[in-house]
């Protein structure tokens, strides 16, 4: 499973706080050049894994190989080969965007030059050249958050860690933070990223680790998982889920069946298109009621419900809902 473009790899890292057991014997590898996820809940861990994985927290059991460096003996060899961008913002208000670069290379002890070579390339690969005798303070959400994917890029990781990179942005900032993490990735740094957002995950991995109570639950590439799943969802609404489930349960090329929301939603293990006029032959024969149905092909979301057994959006259901616009950090 591991190999030597492995530029992390991980085996059995546990964490606790107190008696708290926060990442529960986590393995897995992360190759030269990708961009691998970590999909998973608040308080599933993720966090803590790269907390340990960059250093910032001890590392207390297990193996932490990072660019061919051992966490446990050389954590300083570990510093020099990557780059991290918080969960939370970190940068001094009272700064502007190149004093705010070129202070981070001289803090890791780049040479004049090369600072000002690399401030030049990075405000150019974020598109905030025009920006750059800015102070901090006037940036908005999605400026500041790249401005610190290229501080994370100062000393040319070989890694860039990013712990939920596009938490609290806009749709539209989203999507353009996602281009600036592609164009840097294309560069050659792997990323290794966090995320409880299902289409961050899709959309820019390469691979993504399913995490859950401080657990794998599954790991691969976004359109293997996907698949893995079966060909197609069918959701059916008949008002007698209990008789069509049974007619469900019997019926060929019909996978897993479960309940969502008013009706039901099965698997189907062969092309869709052919399976549903059987299903509904098959409701018809029983005399089970059909009042709504819906094909579709199996989404992130459907892979997280599969392998955690809820929803990510329904967290702290039973709870109100938190006022729009506080759901997220500005
Ligand atoms: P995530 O980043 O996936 O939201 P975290 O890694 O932050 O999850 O947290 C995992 C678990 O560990 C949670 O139950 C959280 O409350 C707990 N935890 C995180 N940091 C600390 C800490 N410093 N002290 C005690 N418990 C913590
Ligand atoms: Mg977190």
Excluded: C
């Excluded at 803590?48 to 966490?71: C, F, H, K, S, W």
């Amino acid at each position: 499973m591991s190999g030597d473009d492995d530029v992390i790899r991980v085996e059995g890292l546990t964490h606790r706080f107190g008696d708290l057991l926060a990442v529960d014997s986590v393995s897995f590898a992360v190759r030269a050049g990708e961009v691998f996820s970590f999909l998973g809940p608040n308080g599933a861990g993720k966090s803590t894994v790269i907390n340990v994985l960059t250093t910032l927290l001890p590392l207390q059991d297990g193996e932490v190989v990072i660019a061919g460096r051992d966490l446990r003996s050389n954590p300083d060899r570990v510093r020099e080969a990557i780059g991290i961008v918080f969960q939370e913002t970190t940068l001094d208000r009272d700064m502007t965007v190149a004093e705010t670069l070129e202070f981070h290379g001289r803090l890791y002890g780049l040479s004049r030059e090369e600072r000002r070579a690399r401030v030049d390339e990075l405000v150019t690969l974020v598109e905030l050249g025009a920006k750059r005798n800015i102070l901090i303070k006037h940036l908005s959400g999605g400026m500041k958050r790249r401005l610190e994917i290229a501080r994370g890029l100062m000393t040319r990781p070989t890694v860039l860690f990013l712990d939920e990179p596009t938490i609290g942005l806009d749709p539209q900032t989203r999507a353009r933070t996602w281009d600036y993490l592609k164009a840097v990735n294309r560069e050659g740094t792997t990323i290794f990223l966090t995320t409880h957002y299902m289409d961050e995950a899709d959309q820019l991995s390469d691979r993504i680790a399913i995490i859950d109570h401080g657990r794998i639950v599954a790991e691969g590439r976004p359109d293997a998982l996907k698949n893995a799943l079966g060909r197609d969802l069918v959701y059916l609404e008949t008002g007698e889920n209990g008789r069509a489930r049974a007619v469900l349960d019997r019926a060929p090329d019909v996978g897993s069946v479960r309940e969502k929301g008013e009706g039901l939603l099965a698997t189907v293990t062969d092309d869709g298109t052919r399976v549903l006029p059987r299903i509904l032959d098959a409701l018809h024969a029983e005399g089970v009621p059909v009042t709504a149905i819906n094909m579709k092909k199996p989404s992130m979301d459907d892979v997280f419900i599969h392998h955690t057994g809820r929803a990510l959006r329904d967290e702290g259901a039973g709870k109100p809902a938190p006022p729009p616009g506080r759901a997220g950090r500005r």
